[in-house]
């Protein structure tokens, strides 16, 4: 049986498929199989692909109509053969020892997730490594640092008797299905070494450099995700997520092109469903720059929001 399946959509990344590409087929475990799905791409991604992985009965190349990386993800996850899956991001790379450690772990414990570190990828000589920081006693620590899908092989078996998908058509879509995972195991296991190469460019979603109105959908994300929460899942990790994703990472997409209305938006969501979130504990563990950010956030204080920002940019924290 196949172990692992890789689900690889592409859209106009024929910059970046060569790299993607090389680093799975260089491999030193070689039990996997790699589903590449063309999701309506206008480029010379999959010719570029074709010629990489010919005569490799490994890679396969499955075609649909343009619908978005949700979609596509969710589209490929129906030709997987593999007892795990993983999604990795065309435009990205990973080290070559992946898949072998991956394997060990599966052999010794069967788990339901297995996690691991990665590595924020400007170019060859700046990067940074971000550690997941998991505690095997507190499972939802999984996602209190990290909310990808990408640093995460997901056993298949788990995935669709849960009948897990990606919301298509909006952005955020790690955030509004992966802490979900959480509600149905306790099966987890954490790689504590990076291995995936997160590629940060010009025109991904945290990169925009002009307004795009699906900064919003980090609103449609989060009641994405409370449709597959229940009672097991703690109110102060959803808490903590919102207050993070929302209050922190998210109005600062808007401040950068003054959008006021929709940052204060943001803010009124976060208030409506948790008014005391300034109490929560891992709120209290974050640095005081963030600290201090989210409080000038609460009070609806713009500018000095902004101002933290820049300073944050300087200071390249």
């Given at each position: 049986?196949?172990?692992?399946?890789?689900?690889?959509?592409?859209?106009?990344?024929?910059e970046y498929?060569?790299?993607?590409?090389?680093?799975?087929?260089?491999?030193?475990?070689?039990?996997?199989?790699?589903?590449?799905?063309?999701?309506?791409?206008?480029d010379?991604?999959?010719d570029?692909?074709k010629?990489i992985?010919?005569?490799?009965?490994?890679?396969?190349i499955?075609?649909?109509?343009?619908?978005?990386?949700?979609?596509?993800?969710?589209?490929?996850?129906?030709?997987?053969?593999?007892?795990?899956?993983?999604?990795?991001?065309?435009?990205?790379?990973?080290?070559?020892?992946l898949?072998?450690k991956?394997?060990?772990?599966?052999?010794?414990?069967?788990?339901?997730?297995?996690?691991?570190?990665?590595?924020?990828?400007?170019?060859?000589?700046?990067?940074?490594?971000i550690?997941?920081?998991?505690?095997?006693?507190?499972?939802?620590?999984?996602?209190?640092?990290?909310?990808?899908?990408?640093?995460?092989?997901?056993?298949?078996?788990?995935?669709?008797?849960?009948?897990?998908?990606?919301?298509?058509?909006?952005?955020?879509?790690?955030?509004?299905i992966?802490?979900?995972?959480?509600?149905?195991t306790?099966?987890?296991?954490?790689?504590?070494?990076?291995?995936?190469?997160?590629?940060?460019?010009?025109?991904?979603?945290?990169?925009?450099?002009s307004y795009?109105?699906?900064?919003?959908?980090?609103?449609?994300?989060?009641?994405?995700?409370?449709?597959?929460?229940?009672?097991?899942?703690?109110?102060?990790?959803?808490?903590?997520l919102?207050?993070?994703?929302?209050?922190?990472?998210?109005?600062q997409?808007?401040?950068?092109?003054?959008?006021?209305?929709e940052?204060?938006?943001?803010?009124?969501?976060?208030?409506?469903?948790y008014?005391?979130?300034?109490?929560?504990?891992?709120?209290k563990?974050?640095?005081?720059l963030?600290?201090?950010?989210?409080?000038?956030?609460?009070?609806?204080?713009?500018?000095?929001?902004k101002?933290?920002?820049?300073?944050?940019?300087?200071?390249h924290?």
């Amino acid at each position: 049986m196949i172990k692992i399946s890789v689900i690889l959509p592409v859209y106009n990344v024929e910059e970046y498929i060569g790299e993607c590409l090389l680093s799975l087929k260089k491999q030193t475990f070689e039990n996997f199989e790699v589903i590449i799905v063309d999701d309506g791409s206008s480029d010379h991604s999959i010719d570029r692909a074709k010629l990489i992985i010919s005569n490799d009965k490994r890679f396969k190349i499955v075609n649909k109509v343009n619908g978005g990386l949700s979609d596509a993800r969710n589209y490929g996850v129906q030709f997987a053969q593999g007892e795990y899956i993983t999604f990795i991001d065309s435009d990205d790379f990973i080290g070559k020892d992946l898949f072998l450690k991956v394997s060990k772990k599966i052999d010794e414990k069967k788990p339901d997730i297995i996690m691991y570190d990665f590595v924020k990828y400007y170019s060859k000589n700046k990067q940074k490594i971000i550690r997941c920081n998991f505690d095997e006693n507190d499972k939802f620590s999984a996602t209190r640092t990290v909310c990808n899908a990408c640093n995460k092989i997901i056993k298949l078996s788990f995935w669709k008797t849960h009948n897990f998908k990606f919301p298509v058509g909006i952005w955020y879509e790690d955030i509004a299905i992966i802490p979900a995972l959480l509600n149905y195991t306790d099966q987890i296991e954490y790689i504590n070494d990076e291995y995936y190469y997160y590629r940060t460019r010009e025109g991904s979603i945290t990169k925009q450099n002009s307004y795009n109105a699906k900064s919003m959908d980090i609103i449609k994300a989060f009641d994405y995700l409370k449709i597959h929460l229940d009672n097991k899942y703690p109110q102060v990790e959803l808490e903590y997520l919102e207050v993070l994703h929302i209050l922190y990472l998210g109005t600062q997409r808007f401040i950068a092109f003054n959008k006021i209305d929709e940052f204060n938006m943001l803010i009124d969501y976060v208030q409506n469903d948790y008014p005391n979130w300034m109490k929560n504990i891992y709120i209290k563990k974050l640095t005081l720059l963030k600290k201090i950010y989210i409080y000038c956030v609460q009070k609806k204080m713009y500018f000095f929001c902004k101002v933290l920002v820049k300073l944050r940019e300087k200071l390249h924290i």
